[in-house]
C-alpha cells in the first residue's frame, strides 16, 4: 500500500521533468523567439495604435491625394487600394456611397491643406518607424533624415499603388492574373525591404532585410487574400446597419489585421537573420554584420521575463506600463 503514494509521487516529477525538457526544446526553435520579440514588442498593443493612426491619418492621405492626381492615377490607386482591402462588387458601391466625390474633396482641401494633410500622416509613419526601431532593438537617431524618410515612404508607397493599379489593368484574368500575382508579391516584398531600410535610418544592411520583407509580403500578400472572402460582406453588412461609421468599421478592422502582419514581419526579420544555423547564414547573403560600418551597437534584449500580459501593455525598460 506505501508503494502508492511513492510511485505517484514518481510519476509526477518524471511528467513534470518531461514537461521541462519539452519546453526548452520549444524555447529553442526559431517560432518561440520570433514569438518572445513579439511580446517583448506588445504586439497587440502597438497593432491597435498602428491600425488607428493608418485609419485617421494613412487612408485621408490617399483619398485626398488620389483627388489631385489626374483621373488614370487616381483610378489606378483606387484599384489597389480596393482589391487590398477586399472591398469589391456590391460592398465596394456601398463603400464608395460613403465618400466625398474627387470635386468635392479637391474643393473642401484644396494645396495647402493638401500639403497639411501629407505631413499629418506621418503620424502614421513615426509609429511605423518605432515598431521597427523596437523590433530590431534599434535607438532612433534625430536630425533632418529622420523628418524626410517619412514623407518619402508615404510617396513611394502612393507610387506603388498606382504602378499596380496600372499592371492590373494591362494584365487581365487567366494567364495574365498569374503573372500579375507574381509580379506584385515580388514588388511587395521589395516594398517592405525597403520600408525597414528606410525605418531604421539605414543602420542595418540592406541584404539582411530582405527576410523581413519577405515574411511580411507574404502575410500580407495572404492576409488580402483572406479579405476577399470576408470584406464584401462585412462590409456590406455593417454599411446597412450603422451607414458610413460601419465602413469605417469594417476598415479598421482590416487595419488592425494588416498592422498584425507588419509586426510579425518586422519581429520575424532580425530573429531570422541573428540565427545561428545554416537558415541564418543564408539569410543574411553573407553580410559581415547585420549593421553597417559606423552604427551604434543595438540594445541588449530584456532581462525579465514575458508573458502573455506584455502583447496588451505597453512597458518601459523597467517593465512598468508606460505611455508613449
Known amino acids: 500500500m506505501s508503494s502508492g503514494p511513492k510511485a505517484s509521487h514518481h510519476s509526477a516529477e518524471a511528467a513534470r521533468g518531461w514537461v521541462a525538457k519539452a519546453r526548452a526544446?520549444?524555447?529553442?526553435t526559431l517560432l518561440w523567439q520570433v514569438w518572445e520579440r513579439l511580446l517583448e514588442n506588445e504586439f497587440v498593443d502597438r497593432s491597435v495604435a498602428l491600425a488607428g493612426k493608418a485609419f485617421v491619418s494613412f487612408f485621408p492621405l490617399i483619398i485626398v491625394v488620389a483627388a489631385f492626381v489626374p483621373a488614370s492615377l487616381r483610378s489606378a490607386i483606387f484599384s489597389t487600394l480596393t482589391h487590398r482591402l477586399g472591398v469589391t462588387g456590391p460592398a465596394l458601391?456601398?463603400?464608395k456611397q460613403a465618400f466625398?466625390?474627387?470635386?468635392d474633396i479637391r474643393r473642401a482641401t484644396g494645396i495647402l491643406g493638401l500639403i497639411l494633410t501629407f505631413f499629418?500622416?506621418?503620424s502614421f509613419t513615426t509609429a511605423l518607424q518605432r515598431i521597427y526601431l523596437r523590433a530590431w532593438r534599434r535607438v532612433g537617431s534625430g536630425g533632418l533624415g529622420s523628418y524626410v524618410r517619412g514623407p518619402a515612404w508615404l510617396a513611394g508607397v502612393l507610387l506603388y499603388m498606382a504602378l499596380m493599379g496600372g499592371i492590373r489593368k494591362v494584365m487581365?484574368?487567366?494567364i495574365g492574373l498569374i503573372f500579375f500575382a507574381i509580379i506584385a508579391l515580388a514588388t511587395s516584398v521589395t516594398v517592405w525591404t525597403l520600408t525597414a531600410w528606410l525605418m531604421l535610418m539605414g543602420q542595418v544592411r540592406m541584404r539582411v532585410l530582405v527576410a523581413c520583407g519577405a515574411v511580411t509580403g507574404l502575410a500580407m500578400a495572404a492576409y488580402a487574400l483572406s479579405a476577399t472572402l470576408w470584406m464584401p460582406n462585412n462590409v456590406t453588412s455593417n454599411f446597412r446597419q450603422f451607414g458610413f461609421f460601419g465602413v469605417a468599421l469594417s476598415l479598421v478592422t482590416w487595419f488592425s489585421g494588416a498592422a498584425i502582419c507588419i509586426i510579425l514581419g518586422a519581429c520575424a526579420g532580425p530573429v531570422l537573420v541573428e540565427d545561428s544555423g545554416p537558415l541564418g547564414a543564408f539569410l543574411r547573403f553573407g553580410a559581415p554584420s547585420l549593421l553597417v560600418d559606423g552604427a551604434t551597437p543595438s540594445l541588449p534584449a530584456p532581462t525579465r521575463a514575458l508573458s502573455l500580459v506584455d502583447?496588451?501593455?505597453e512597458r518601459d525598460e523597467e517593465g512598468t506600463a508606460g505611455d508613449d
Open 25 to 28: 526544446r520549444v524555447e529553442q
Open 93 to 95: 458601391g456601398e463603400a
Open 100 to 103: 466625398a466625390t474627387s470635386a
Open 120 to 122: 499629418f500622416a506621418t
Open 172 to 174: 487581365p484574368g487567366g
Open 311 to 313: 502583447a496588451f501593455t
